[in-house]
């Protein structure tokens, strides 16, 4: 019993991860952004007139990292369980969870040094951290797909997660490469603030991730 509740825990920590994600960044964070192809200027606008609720956001944000690391233990757990052997979709998962967590602390910490005096240096110094915030984006696509790919292949071939969310979490790791996309335009559909390089893999990353966590945290047995 102590197992299934430490595991059921471990798993609810992955819900929290995604609600803090949706309030820092999506609730915080990017109200009243501009366009990605937006001058220095704008964005210098931007992070002064918002500074502080931007600071908060990217606190909120910080919490959900930890939560995030916290749940990736009960997802190596679960997988493993399921897969026996070596459990290499296991260790799969939970090394690109990891490094997914770094570029969320990466690409965090770039908005926090925007936010931090837009008022006191050149404009285009603030586009470029926000940038480079922006850009995290683009090289976390290829985390973001080894985790929910190994998650869908053990929940298929395993059954450590039920057909419709490792369905779930396979279209997530179809979507996540767009992401990609980022890196080339800063207009358009393929730009952060599209929908293919920006709206999809985030929303399918949210969906594909609360699934993983409802699931683990329903069938705790599985991740003890």
Do not use: C
């Amino acid at each position: 019993m102590d197992s299934d509740r430490l595991a059921r825990y471990g798993a609810a920590s992955g819900i929290v991860f995604v609600i803090l994600l949706l309030v820092g960044f999506g609730g915080l964070v990017l109200p009243n952004v501009p366009d990605t192809s937006a001058t220095g200027q704008e964005w210098a606008s931007y992070f002064t007139d918002h500074q502080e609720r931007v600071q908060w956001g990217v606190a909120v944000l910080t919490a959900g990292v930890f939560f995030l690391i916290w749940s990736l233990g009960s997802l190596r757990s679960a997988l493993a369980a399921a897969e026996g052997g070596s459990g290499r979709l296991a260790s799969i998962a939970y090394g690109a969870g990891l490094v997914s967590a770094a570029f969320l602390v990466v690409g965090g910490g770039a908005i926090a040094a925007a936010a931090f005096r837009p008022q006191e240096v050149d404009p285009n110094l603030t586009r470029a951290l926000n940038d480079l915030g922006i850009m995290m984006g683009a090289p976390a696509a290829g985390a973001f797909t080894a985790l929910f790919a190994a998650a869908a292949i053990a929940g298929y071939r395993h059954k450590a997660l039920p057909a419709s969310v490792a369905g779930l979490s396979a279209l997530a790791a179809v979507l996540q490469p767009l992401g990609v996309g980022t890196a080339f335009t800063d207009s358009g559909v393929f730009a952060a603030s599209g929908v293919l390089g920006g709206f999809l893999p985030f929303v399918s990353f949210v969906i594909g991730y609360l699934a993983i966590s409802i699931a683990l945290v329903r069938r705790p047995g599985t991740a003890a």
